[in-house]
């Protein structure tokens, strides 16, 4: 789903999220719910609004869900710490946050973005790019592993990630000090 601020577009889309609910129950599937944010204006009056308002239409969504047409888990973008917090500690028993990885970016930005997410309530994160773009997938996946479990801290995971490929000869994408570097807006905050 993606929150346009439009009444009734908003509705038609939580409309058709109770349709296919109730259709995956009715065919005996469990599903997660994935929120995308808005790529495009929707008018919000202050800058670090989105988060907050992509919760408050994320809980009206589910609200009177029953347990059994409840998400697996939900699916999003990091909006930084305090709606990560908000949302995580909305409904911990029952809603389960996880991230989405978005653009491949640095690779200090997908392990800052772990350490993040996960520090402020997340409890899931399912990357595509920035696993899958990386010049050593599984080298990336073991270092992200390290990195959420707490034995490295970010900056220091994108150090050892580099001397890995360098030790295999493999040219990174970007030089170490230009990998080392946040560019994620949400990841400032």
Do not use: C, W
Not at 41 to 69: P, Q, Y
Not at 86 to 96: Q, V
Not at 128 to 149: F, Q, S, T
């Amino acid at each position: 789903m993606t929150f346009s601020n439009q009444r009734d577009i908003d509705a038609e889309n939580a409309e058709a999220y109770s349709t296919f609910r109730a259709d995956a129950a009715a065919n005996g599937m469990r599903h997660f719910l994935e929120v995308f944010n808005p790529a495009f204006d929707i008018r919000l009056k202050e800058d670090g609004e989105l988060g907050h308002f992509i919760n408050d239409n994320i809980v009206r969504t589910l609200s009177g869900v029953m347990e059994a047409n409840h998400p697996l888990f939900l699916k999003l973008q990091y909006n930084g710490p305090r709606a990560m917090e908000e949302l995580s500690a909305y409904d911990p028993g029952h809603l389960i946050v996880g991230i989405l990885g978005g653009s491949k970016g640095t690779t200090r930005d997908t392990f800052e973005l772990l350490a993040q997410a996960e520090r402020h309530g997340a409890r899931v994160a399912l990357f595509g790019r920035k696993i899958n773009l990386a010049e050593e997938p599984l080298e990336i996946v073991r270092y992200m592993r390290a990195v959420v479990e707490g034995e490295m801290k970010p900056d220091e995971a994108v150090k050892a990630y580099h001397a890995g490929l360098k030790a295999r000869k493999i040219k990174p994408t970007l030089d170490l000090a230009e990998d080392r570097q946040i560019t994620e807006e949400a990841l400032k905050a």
